[in-house]
């Protein structure tokens, strides 16, 4: 049986916002992006917030973003047509946070976990590098340019650690684990329909 909230997490890139918003449509339900509502209830990025105060601040806005998802699905209601109430897509560290994991789960949720394919993540990664003339990478995520990679090989490896990371973590969070393809969306959708038994 389906809960009445589908929670999908992984890592950036992953498909979370678009897999999320493609579950919305099929449930005819709201969808909620929890880095969305850092932004509301804060009024800062995420990435604002994390360059700025660090770890913790982000952590604590992320579990406020929770409470605040959490009070707008007590006050929502539930359509007759569908038995889900909501899709909510999370941030791609929320695996980190203990605080916010835990609820999540108590919302009667689903947890999917939308495991990507580490190249296919990388290549993502890589194609959004952006290149000074001095040859210096920007617009890579945070825990890639904080170890100060010289080129695509340092981005690859750093990221390959971190890929395997985060995945055992996941793993130990989730209800559901999910293979993302590299194929159409729609596609990979019917994946993850499968894994919630519709």
Do not use: W
């Not at 976990?113 to 040859?135: C, H, K, M, S, W």
């Not at 993302?180 to 499968?194: A, D, G, R, T, V």
């Amino acid at each position: 049986m389906l809960s009445q909230i589908i929670v999908l997490m992984g890592i950036k890139h992953c498909g979370k916002s678009t897999q999320a918003k493609l579950l919305a449509k099929k449930y005819e339900c709201p969808f909620y992006d929890t880095d969305e509502l850092i932004k509301q209830v804060s009024g800062q990025s995420p990435r604002q917030i994390y360059l700025s105060g660090g770890k913790q601040a982000f952590m604590q806005s992320e579990y406020d973003a929770c409470v605040e998802l959490k009070s707008i699905l007590q006050k929502q209601v539930s359509p007759s047509y569908s038995t889900v109430k909501a899709i909510v897509a999370t941030g791609g560290g929320i695996c980190d946070n203990d605080k916010a994991i835990e609820l999540l789960k108590s919302l009667n949720s689903t947890l999917v976990f939308l495991n990507a394919f580490e190249r296919t993540a990388a290549d993502r990664i890589v194609r959004e590098i952006q290149y000074l003339p001095d040859g210096t990478m920007q617009n890579l995520p945070a825990y890639i340019s904080r170890k100060k990679p010289k080129n695509e090989a340092d981005v690859r490896r750093i990221f390959h650690e971190f890929y395997l990371e985060r995945t055992r973590l996941y793993k130990n969070i989730c209800t559901i684990s999910v293979d993302m393809k590299p194929i159409s969306k729609k596609k990979n959708l019917e994946f993850i329909l499968q894994a919630l038994g519709v």
